[in-house]
Structures are given as structure tokens and as C-alpha cells.
């Protein structure tokens, strides 16, 4: 009974985990997003980029071998790259 309990809350935290796949999207519903970029939550080589008031941020890849580091908002090199406190944009997806 007790590995059907552990399976069953492993399984709910799976599902919750994809609920919020999105993570760190922006919706891009204040005007001063456009045209910022934020952190993608689970993939330091992307980001996400407002690019029109009122449709959620479009999904960038750094080039190869870069990631995206939020507090310079740019692409820099692997080896310079450092795991920094995730930040949400202004408004959420």
C-alpha cells in the first residue's frame, strides 16, 4: 500500500510539473515587455523574446555553445555562463 501512495504522489508532481512547462514565459501583456527578453526556466541555451503586445513570448535558442544569462540579457559562452535565481517577467504565460 505504501509504494501505490509513493507511485500515486510521484505521479502528481510529474503532472503538476507539466502544467507548468512554461515556466518563465512571458505574455507579454505590458508594453514594456516588447522587445525584452526573459529566461527560459529549463533550458539555459534558450529564451524568451516579446516580440508583440498581447501574444506570449516566442521560444530563442542561443547559438551553439552559448546560454542566455539573464542579468546581462544576452548569449555568452558555456564557460561563463553561472546558475543565477530564476526571475519571472512582469506578466506570465
Known sequence: MKFIITCFVFLVAISV???????????????????????????????????????????????NGMAYMHLLKECIPWANWQWKKLQNPPTLA
Do not use: M
Open 17 to 63: 510539473a507539466k502544467v507548468s512547462a512554461d515556466a518563465g514565459r512571458s505574455a507579454c501583456r505590458n508594453p514594456v515587455e516588447i522587445g525584452q527578453t526573459y529566461q527560459h526556466h529549463f533550458d539555459p541555451a534558450k529564451y524568451w523574446y516579446c516580440e508583440t503586445l498581447g501574444v506570449a513570448a516566442i521560444e530563442k535558442d542561443c547559438p
